[in-house]
């Protein structure tokens, strides 16, 4: 009987983390809906400083959002790095 229970708290120890990482990730795409909207390469590049290089600006946005699993359309030239999160 003791090693049903102890069984049973597991099982709802590891569905109350499974549900706590669905609700994190949730959160961080609203963050996301809400600081980053997708923006096109066309703007992208009007939002970096005179003279940067387009072909490389573009390359390293890529870049970025593959490594970081971040959709493409929403790195942005002012994001930075910061405690692990992409902010702006």
Same mark, same amino acid.
């Given at each position: 009987?003791?090693?049903?229970?102890?069984? *049973?708290?597991?099982?709802?120890?590891?569905?109350?983390?499974?549900?706590?990482?669905?609700?994190?990730?949730?959160?961080?795409?609203?963050?996301?809906?809400?600081?980053?909207?997708?923006?096109?390469?066309?703007?992208?590049?009007?939002? *970096?400083?005179?003279?940067?290089?387009?072909?490389?600006?573009?390359?390293?946005?890529?870049?970025?959002?593959?490594?970081?699993?971040?959709?493409?359309?929403?790195?942005?030239?002012?994001?930075?790095?910061?405690?692990?999160?992409?902010?702006?």
């Amino acid at each position: 009987m003791f090693a049903l229970l102890i069984s *049973c708290g597991v099982v709802i120890a590891i569905a109350a983390a499974v549900a706590l990482g669905w609700y994190r990730e949730h959160q961080r795409q609203i963050w996301l809906e809400r600081n980053f909207p997708p923006i096109s390469d066309d703007e992208f590049m009007a939002r *970096c400083p005179p003279g940067t290089n387009r072909d490389v600006a573009l390359k390293v946005r890529r870049i970025i959002a593959e490594q970081l699993g971040y959709p493409y359309e929403r790195i942005h030239p002012t994001s930075r790095f910061e405690e692990g999160d992409l902010l702006g």
